[in-house]
């Protein structure tokens, strides 16, 4: 929370309970946690909040007096607020209501509860327990972070197939349109990163499921995802490759650390080109016609006539999971033998589409791939995402020394700490590949097999039980 | 950790209340300060207006029967918390010097 008072501005963190752990004073409210001058508080914030922008909720111009209950040594042992105000947020304005907020002090927790009972039983006065923040929420109506997720979608097992099918994807496209502004006003990485993610998801759908979508409709829109995915990748790479640069000069010493700066600034104006090309894409007439099309067919779903449509969607989720872990299992395999980059990106890929699935139809699985394989899986996904990352980051290295190098405007000692740098990533990548082989063999083994037939047992169960009683 | 020390031989010339001070100042910056005040004569704690008193004594403490936390206070100040003084300080130093925790 941001306090602006008349003298200072103070940043004040306010635990749920309506504790007030760490204070800071700041000149102004700031965007990232990385603003703050170093110490406890940027350290705490960082740890919630990471590389995303704070975001203006709610304001609250309150007044606010304090009356203080002293013991017998003038000591405070409790203080007392009674507080007025008014919350904004755009252009509606909400009183709220006269509030007293009773602070215990530590160490006097008898004088904190004696002034409560007194307030309750004599005074007769309601015990809330919600922060002035909730209070502000819930007089103005806003509810930040309003989304729903994948984890708050429950399938029922017997559902059709393609209504199913929807929902997955309704919720994806919830996802793309509520980080769809952060994008366009380049808030933080993450709004991109999440609005590619739901474009991925939404491909993989539309590719793992395409018996129940129906061929018409997943080539169409497989197309036209698939260039909302290219026109988002390369901002991505950069904004990647920027954050992890952060860490890579770190480890550099001193003395050449100053010499990656033409790098940062080259990549910094490549991310601004990139991020130019998506917004032109995002206002083009192409994106607006398929964000109106997508939105008939999740909404109303008419154009769904693949041939699996109807059936239960726990036996179609049961079989896809199980053609899309045997393809993991069959590039897995091939990686002992052949682990070439384009290898290593097919498998990533093919875990990718496995992951999603899992994801998509967990709720139909209660007793089936519960975290184990999961956590498995994502072990090994981020080792391959990282391999894959840094793979683009020395073809980028590269392209960027050459450009550099052509415009004239780097010195020796910059190539040379880049080339550094692209010996680093190598010996990074080689490291990566190694752990590779183990983070295969930690999923694609028995007791994963075991679990996903399992799943496909079940799910034919009940799809011959769901059959036989119609 | 910058450690600063208010010393002098003498007594009532200020130490005391130069640490406060500089402990305020260094709430005052936002920092969550704790002020451990192990001197007998408890004059960090009367600064506060706090009452030295602890169940027990220093052995508890220092013996890890007590937890600190009991010990501590919220002062009037944001952000400044007190640990309580005790009359049984006295012999903190030899307290200390038999006690299984210290590390030197």
């Known amino acids: 929370m941001v306090d602006r008072g008349d003298a200072e501005t103070m940043l004040r963190w306010e635990e749920r309970d309506g504790r007030v752990g760490h204070r800071a004073k700041v000149a102004k409210a700031p965007d990232f946690a990385d603003d703050l001058v170093p110490g406890g508080f940027r350290d705490n914030l960082l740890a919630v909040t990471g590389v995303r922008r704070l975001l203006h909720v709610v304001t609250v111009e309150r007044t606010s007096e304090c009356v203080a209950v002293l013991d017998r040594r003038d000591k405070t042992v409790v203080r007392v607020y009674l507080e007025r105000g008014i919350a904004t947020t755009g252009a509606r304005r909400r009183r709220l209501p006269l509030w007293g907020r009773v602070e215990g002090l530590l160490g006097y927790d008898s004088a904190f509860a004696a002034l409560t009972r007194f307030l309750e039983s004599a005074l007769g006065l309601e015990r809330q327990d919600s922060t002035e923040f909730e209070l502000a929420l819930a007089v103005t109506g806003v509810v930040p972070a309003n989304q729903t997720t994948l984890a708050d979608l429950t399938l029922d097992p017997r559902e059709r197939a393609d209504c199913a099918t929807r929902r997955v994807l309704a919720v994806l496209f919830g996802t793309l349109q509520a980080n769809e502004d952060g994008v366009r006003r380049d808030l933080d990485t993450e709004f991109l990163h999440d609005f590619r993610v739901a474009v991925r998801r939404t491909r993989a759908c539309l590719g793992q499921l395409r018996p129940v979508l129906g061929d018409q409709l997943a080539s169409r829109f497989t197309t036209e995802f698939g260039w909302l995915g290219s026109l988002t990748g390369p901002t991505r790479d950069l904004d990647v490759y920027l954050l992890n640069l952060v860490g890579y000069t770190a480890e550099l010493s001193d003395s050449v650390r100053p010499d990656l700066r033409p790098l940062r600034e080259h990549l910094t104006r490549r991310r601004q080109a990139a991020w130019d090309d998506l917004l032109e894409g995002l206002a083009s007439s192409r994106y607006q016609r398929l964000i109106r099309a997508w939105r008939r067919v999740v909404l109303s779903g008419d154009d769904t006539n693949g041939t699996e449509a109807a059936r239960p969607i726990r036996v179609v989720a049961a079989t896809r999971i199980r053609r899309a872990y045997k393809r993991v299992r069959r590039r897995g395999r091939a990686l002992e033998t052949a682990t070439s980059a384009e290898s290593i990106h097919e498998l990533r890929i093919a875990c990718k589409k496995l992951r999603y699935l899992l994801e998509f139809f967990r709720s139909l699985f209660d007793d089936g791939p519960g975290g184990e394989i999961i956590r498995a899986l994502k072990r090994l996904q981020d080792d391959l995402g990282e391999f894959n990352d840094l793979e683009i980051q020395q073809d980028e290295l590269q392209e960027s020394a050459r450009v550099l190098l052509h415009d004239g405007r780097v010195s020796a000692s910059v190539l040379l700490t880049m080339g550094r740098l692209t010996e680093r990533l190598q010996l990074r990548q080689h490291v990566v590949r190694r752990r590779l082989g183990e983070g295969v063999s930690g999923f694609v083994n028995r007791r994963t097999a075991s679990i996903i037939e399992g799943l496909l047992t079940t799910g034919d169960r009940l799809g011959r039980r769901v059959t036989s009683s119609r | ?104």
């Open chain 2, 1 to 104: 950790m910058i450690t600063i020390a208010t010393y002098n031989i003498k007594g009532g010339v200020g130490k005391t209340t130069t640490a406060v001070n500089l402990s305020y100042l260094a709430a005052e910056t936002g920092a969550r300060i704790l002020v451990c005040d192990l001197d007998p004569q408890a004059a960090a704690t009367y600064c506060f207006r706090a009452k030295p008193r602890i169940r027990g004594d220093g052995r508890a403490l220092v013996a890890r029967k007590r937890p600190l936390a009991r010990h501590i206070r919220q002062t009037d100040h944001h952000g400044l918390d007190l640990l309580l003084a005790h009359f049984s300080y006295r012999h903190l130093d030899l307290l200390l010097d038999h006690s299984k925790y210290v590390r030197r």
